[in-house]
DNA sequence: GGCCAGGTCCAAT
DNA sequence: ATTGGACATGGC
């Protein structure tokens, strides 16, 4: 009943924490994960994955096991400078998410920060989405399109400034501009996001990467920023368009990878930043 | 308390 | 085409 599936190359805490997705809660060494409607459990021993409440193939794609991370990580090792990014994010991977509850949570995303999405998505979920159960564990799905509260509560809600972009985004959902997306290439598809109010460029690229698969896409926020000027570019200020140019160029369909990376690494203080010199008892550091 | 936060929108160069 | 400020809310 409990269905088990190989998983080289994952780690599945790691891939949690790397922050791309906002619906899971830890249970001792297992973690519960709400996937659209569905709600599972999933706990790792080694290469293998035991799961509740989904199928292996529900569990295989949305945690993209079909991806060859041997190929990833060879690919990336060829820039010395990602070796710490590799070395700190082995067996992350990048999930397929739903798209409409990517879309929604990196809406949320614009000028915040990581726990405050995710409180504000729960707390949207509370309200207004389906009960659901595994065992004795119960949650709210997150609502569909249809389904979303409408800007006032979304205010209440934790939404902020971006409530109207939600409750508007979100009737464009209704109407399947979602559904589209998987039809068109990369850049259609980018511009098509970006109709929807609240979903600029980077928004549309972490929906792209997160939701549907397209690792070719590099999103820019400002960490990637930080990172990749000082990385790849001396420390100067340049546009995000060389960054994007760079990374595609470079990196081709593993950008997306790359980006995650160097995302959950810089972000867990990986780069040591030099901190500003403190001057600590006459010393300089 | 002011500043910044997984940006985007809009108006003014 | 590029640049600057506003936008809610919360944490430091």
Redesign the pocket.
């Known amino acids: 009943m409990n269905p088990l599936l190989a998983c080289p190359r994952f780690d599945l805490e790691a891939t949690l924490e790397?922050?791309?997705f906002f619906r899971w809660t830890r249970d001792g060494d297992a973690f519960d994960i709400l996937r659209g409607l569905r709600l599972f459990r999933a706990r790792q021993r080694g290469a293998t994955l035991e799961v509740q409440g989904a199928d292996r193939w529900f569990v295989r794609e949305f945690f993209s096991l079909d991806h060859d991370l041997a190929v990833v990580e060879k690919g990336l090792r060829r820039d010395r400078s990602l070796w710490p990014a590799l070395d700190a994010c082995a067996g992350v991977r990048l999930l397929r998410q739903d798209p409409w509850e990517c879309t929604a949570a990196?809406?949320l995303?614009?000028?915040?920060?990581?726990?405050?999405?995710a409180r504000t998505v729960e707390a949207i979920a509370r309200t207004a989405g389906r009960p659901v159960t595994l065992g004795s564990s119960a949650g709210q799905a997150f609502p569909r399109p249809a389904a979303m509260p409408g800007e006032t509560a979304l205010?209440?809600l934790?939404?902020?400034?971006?409530?109207?972009?939600l409750e508007r985004a979100a009737r464009l959902a209704a109407g399947g501009l979602l559904e589209e997306i998987a039809e068109l290439d990369t850049d259609a598809a980018r511009d098509t996001l970006?109709v929807?109010?609240?979903?600029?460029?980077?928004?549309?690229?972490?929906i792209l990467l997160?939701a549907y698969g397209r690792l070719d896409v590099f999103?820019?926020?400002?960490?990637?920023r930080k990172v990749m000027i000082r990385l790849f570019f001396r420390g100067r200020r340049v546009?995000d368009?060389a960054i994007r140019a760079f990374a595609q160029e470079r990196w081709g369909d593993l950008a997306g990878y790359a980006?995650?990376y160097l995302?959950h690494w810089s972000?867990s203080g990986g780069l040591a930043f030099p901190r500003r010199p403190r001057v600590v008892a006459g010393n300089r550091e």
Not at 109 to 117: E, F, K, Q
Not at 158 to 165: C, L, S, V
Request: with cysteine; net charge positive; glycine share 10%.
């Open positions: 790397s922050g791309q990196f809406i995303s614009t000028a915040s920060n990581i726990p405050r999405i205010r209440k934790g939404a902020g400034f971006r409530a109207p972009y970006q929807m109010p609240g979903v600029g460029v980077k928004v549309a690229d972490c997160f999103p820019i926020d400002t960490w990637i546009p368009r980006q995650q995302y972000r």
